[in-house]
């Protein structure tokens, strides 16, 4: 009986785990699709990226609600990244809910701009039929000309 549990609790953490990144996939994919739209490449898009991956982690119900910051914490591999922000030790036992909030925000961001990373590339590379195209400078254009 006991394998029985430990082998449904196992499912269980795959199934979230499963569940919860591919919201962050999710989540990453269409910041760059708007990203791509707006700016002609992943440098001039980089600061509004970053705006995007905060308001996006600061307004999903991974980060609101209690209950899903256990989720969070279960399913990220970036659960421990409040770290990296030298917060960790800023939480006493009376505050454990803003905690598990903090801790599942700085998980989500991770998580976002991990995905972000990813697949940057795919939506920011030269051949990109929706990709502004660079105006070309008519300066250089007739530079380019005379120097031919």
């Known amino acids: 009986m006991a394998d029985k549990d430990e082998?449904?609790?196992?499912?269980?953490?795959r199934a979230l785990r499963r569940s919860y990144y591919a919201s962050m996939e999710s989540f990453a994919r269409k910041i760059l699709e708007e990203a791509q739209k707006n700016h002609e490449d992943y440098d001039d898009?980089?600061?509004?990226?970053?705006?995007?991956?905060?308001?996006?982690t600061d307004g999903t119900s991974w980060v609101i609600y209690t209950h899903q910051n256990l989720d969070v914490m279960v399913a990220s591999n970036n659960w421990l990244s409040i770290e990296d922000q030298g917060m960790g030790q800023e939480f006493s036992d009376e505050n454990i809910t803003g905690m598990l909030n903090v801790v599942a925000f700085w998980a989500v961001r991770s998580d976002i701009e991990e995905y972000i990373e990813r697949y940057k590339d795919e939506y920011f590379k030269e051949e990109n039929p929706r990709r502004k195209k660079k105006r070309k400078n008519p300066q250089d254009q007739l530079k380019n000309r005379l120097l031919r």
């Open 7 to 13: 082998k449904l609790i196992e499912d269980g953490k």
């Open 45 to 56: 898009a980089r600061e509004w990226i970053d705006e995007q991956v905060h308001q996006t």
